[in-house]
């Protein structure tokens, strides 16, 4: 190495590194200090939000200082070298166990699942496993087996519609009605066939924080079954309501008490309380997950099985919810999700109060507040409302619903664990003191425009129909 690129005998000050110019086509052809580069990386990112006045992602922001240590620790490692790292892999399958009893997964059975890269891998692989076993069940009985589709509702997180398109399942999709935003069974009748794979309902969804009527929809596969013979499955999207529901509403049955419900996906890194990207995806038990979907590999170390879209992946997510369960046990998960969601209705209080809001989810399940501004606000809208407390440093959605609701925009506050009541008063008092001043001068944000695919088949009723 010549002096010009040892960073070691540079004669360049770490000061004069920092006002390096860094160019928009190329790697820098030489290299910087040590402090020098973290310096210049965090400079770039000022701008940024502060994660902890991020209040439009559900993801967790906060760590403790001994899960920062944690994560140092574990950070090197590569979860899929089980090989290598046997004793993270015993963390998640023991993990595995935990949840499926969370879920109250039936006891007689061996219970199956991943830790996954967030949601949307586990969402990939439960769809997966339910197009995989409609398929051979249709074969077994010698019937047509190339049309595949999946019912949901237009709430649904768009991973799934990711699923239906690279998979090449029928989207399904039931469109939502103003004043309406959760799926129901209403229209299930002219959807679902003996071409659904499964029926994907939502437990805390993403626009409004509430449930799908999980209960009636499975009522109604029930009665279908008893008037066609056709079994269909469903699988629960819990990425926000599925590290809520089994501690402050230990009665509610959305989970594996229903005998419908074979597989379940969560989000650990949302009110899992592990930093992003952390998903898990359960089954109801082993056989669901077709042994065709798992494969086995020999080239790191001992023939290890490998049932996830994703091979190497940080080992740092495991140990940290593993830390996290073992650190704050079943109450003191309860203890922070049902002051979390007491916490939410104390904001959604502050903000109906003021007159400027109508609340949109009158079931305050999970710790999201949902509003929209009353019809008599005709100078401004929540685009504005977004824009001008950015002012403040809050980042909060502002979006307009899914078909066919695209007419209600709303504004929506995720309620994270992290914040008390004193904060939320200031969050208050500062999204009021923002209507007051557009009340006054107006807004002018217009909301973004929106992307169409012609191939997005929930825009028309299907086929069938």
């Known amino acids: 190495m010549t002096?010009?690129?040892?960073?070691?005998?540079?004669?360049?000050?770490?000061?004069?590194?920092?006002?390096?110019?860094?160019?928009?086509?190329?790697?820098?052809q030489h290299g910087a200090h040590p402090r020098a580069a973290k310096a210049i990386v965090n400079s770039e990112a000022w701008t940024d939000a502060r994660p902890e006045m991020n209040l439009s992602s559900f993801v967790t922001t906060f760590m403790e200082p001994e899960e920062v240590e944690l994560a140092r620790e574990h950070i090197l490692k590569n979860h899929i070298d089980h090989d290598m790292y046997p004793q993270l892999f015993t963390m998640e399958r023991r993990m595995v166990k935990w949840l499926h009893t969370l879920w109250n997964g039936p006891r007689n059975v061996e219970p199956y699942?991943?830790?996954?890269?967030?949601?949307?891998?586990?969402c990939m692989l439960a769809g997966l496993a339910h197009k995989w076993n409609w398929r051979q069940a249709r074969?077994?009985?010698?019937?047509?087996?190339?049309?595949?589709?999946?019912?949901?509702?237009?709430?649904?997180?768009?991973?799934?519609?990711?699923?239906?398109?690279?998979?090449?399942?029928?989207?399904?999709?039931?469109?939502?009605?103003?004043?309406?935003?959760?799926?129901?069974?209403?229209?299930?009748?002219?959807?679902?066939?003996?071409?659904?794979?499964?029926?994907v309902a939502i437990a805390g969804q993403t626009f409004t924080g509430e449930d799908d009527d999980i209960q009636e929809i499975h009522d109604w596969l029930d009665d279908y079954e008893n008037r066609t013979g056709i079994s269909i499955p469903m699988h629960i999207d819990g990425a926000s309501g599925g590290f809520v529901n089994p501690f402050c509403y230990p009665e509610y049955e959305w989970d594996f008490r229903l005998p419908r419900v074979q597989s379940i996906n969560a989000s650990g890194h949302k009110f899992g309380l592990v930093p992003p990207g952390l998903g898990w995806v359960i089954f109801r038990e082993k056989k669901i997950f077709n042994e065709d979907l798992i494969f086995y590999v020999n080239?790191?170390?001992?023939?290890?099985?490998?049932?996830?879209?994703?091979?190497?992946?940080?080992?740092?997510?495991?140990?940290?919810?593993?830390?996290?369960?073992?650190?704050?046990?079943f109450e003191g998960y309860q203890r922070i999700m049902m002051k979390t969601v007491e916490n939410s209705r104390y904001l959604r209080d502050l903000l109906v109060e003021s007159s400027y809001f109508t609340i949109m989810n009158e079931t305050q399940r999970i710790p999201v507040v949902a509003l929209t501004l009353k019809d008599e606000y005709k100078n401004f809208n929540e685009f504005d409302v977004s824009a001008k407390v950015r002012e403040r440093?809050?980042?909060?959605?502002?979006?307009?619903?899914?078909?066919?609701?695209?007419?209600?925009?709303?504004?929506?506050?995720?309620?994270?664990?992290?914040?008390?009541?004193?904060?939320?008063?200031?969050?208050?008092?500062?999204?009021?003191?923002?209507?007051?001043?557009?009340?006054?001068?107006?807004?002018?944000?217009?909301?973004?425009?929106?992307?169409?695919h012609s191939s997005e088949a929930y825009k028309v009723a299907p086929s069938k129909c």
Request: charged letters at 20%; proline letters at 7%.
């Open 139 to 199: 074969e077994r009985a010698g019937k047509e087996a190339t049309r595949p589709n999946m019912v949901t509702g237009g709430n649904v997180q768009i991973v799934w519609k990711k699923f239906l398109r690279y998979f090449d399942v029928e989207p399904r999709i039931i469109p939502l009605q103003p004043g309406n935003y959760r799926l129901t069974a209403e229209h299930l009748d002219e959807y679902v066939d003996e071409n659904t794979i499964c029926v």
């Open 113 to 122: 699942g991943a830790a996954t890269v967030g949601s949307s891998e586990a």
């Open 299 to 329: 080239y790191l170390g001992g023939e290890m099985p490998t049932a996830t879209l994703n091979f190497s992946r940080n080992a740092v997510q495991i140990a940290l919810q593993y830390y996290g369960f073992i650190r704050l046990g």
């Open 393 to 452: 440093g809050w980042v909060l959605s502002a979006y307009t619903m899914p078909p066919a609701a695209e007419e209600v925009r709303s504004l929506r506050v995720v309620v994270r664990p992290h914040l008390n009541r004193n904060v939320l008063k200031g969050l208050a008092h500062d999204i009021i003191s923002a209507c007051k001043w557009l009340e006054e001068h107006g807004g002018n944000t217009t909301p973004p425009a929106l992307h169409s």
């Open 3 to 28: 002096e010009k690129n040892d960073l070691t005998s540079s004669k360049m000050s770490p000061w004069d590194m920092f006002n390096m110019e860094v160019p928009e086509d190329h790697m820098p």
